[in-house]
């Protein structure tokens, strides 16, 4: 396998459409113990050897924190955490043939 920056056999592209940070897991004094960060994108996938597999998508996944951390304490880690999440789920509906 070969990579290339333009013009491969596969190609991919996508957008950032969803960010949102909700509280999660709501106690008894109607505070909540979790927030959550959830990142959607939409992806274009451009199959150039079988153009049936040609899709448009949208993925999303989430990751929890501690409601006492400021969001900005964590989210890079966050955020690297679900891109890793996000990464395999578009292998996965594109070339893992799920």
Known sequence: MKLKQSEGDVQYSG???GYDVQPVNIQANET??????TMTVQI???NTLDTKKNKEFTVS?????????????????LARDIGKQLAQDI???TLGDW
């Open 15 to 17: 957008a950032l459409v």
């Open 32 to 37: 909540a113990a979790l927030n959550r960060l």
């Open 44 to 46: 274009t996938y451009i």
């Open 61 to 77: 996944r989430f990751s929890d924190y501690d409601s006492t951390q400021d969001i900005t304490s964590v989210e890079e880690q």
């Open 91 to 93: 292998f996965d509906r």
